[in-house]
């Protein structure tokens, strides 16, 4: 493994720390990851909300890097394709992407505002930004 490649593995095992640790602050309880076995999609984490709900999440971020978070087209499109996937689940859950970057303009904007539209993502939360994580005390 290249030195890049390990320090990936290394920031994203500690952003899925961050997000574990933002959803454990807002009274989730966290039953870890699971595969979706008829979309064929393992999200990062099954949770139950304070009000009971069962919630798909998906990680998706890093503190360093030149376009850490949804800023990478490839990682912005992997998201939005299990969302679509999972958007076909009979017991659908709600999906959200936790991301420590959102893009603002361009076309990755573009595409996250679609897949918004479309309802393939229920919500986009930035981890880093205090006016979004008020948005899972709602879920």
Same mark, same amino acid.
């Given at each position: ?66 376009? %850490?978070?949804?800023?990478? !087209?490839?990682? @912005?499109?992997?998201?939005? +394709?299990?969302? $679509?996937? &999972? ?6 859950? %709600?999906?959200?992407?936790? !991301?420590?970057? @959102?893009?603002?303009?361009? +076309?990755?904007? $573009?595409? &996250? ?27």
């Amino acid at each position: 493994m290249t030195d890049f490649q390990a320090s990936a593995v290394i920031q994203g095992r500690q952003f899925a720390e961050q997000c574990s640790e933002l959803l454990t602050h807002y009274e989730y309880v966290l039953h870890g990851r699971a595969l979706i076995a008829n979309a064929g999609v393992e999200v990062d984490c099954v949770a139950t909300s304070p009000g009971g709900n069962a919630i798909w999440f998906e990680f998706k971020g890093s503190v360093q890097g030149a376009r %850490p978070g949804l800023l990478r !087209t490839d990682t @912005l499109k992997k998201a939005i +394709a299990n969302g $679509a996937l &999972l958007a076909g689940e009979p017991m659908r859950c %709600p999906f959200i992407v936790l !991301t420590s970057h @959102l893009p603002v303009v361009g +076309a990755a904007a $573009a595409m &996250l505002q679609t897949a918004l539209r479309l309802k393939y993502l229920d919500d986009v939360i930035c981890i880093y930004s205090p006016a979004d994580t008020p948005r899972l005390h709602r879920l």
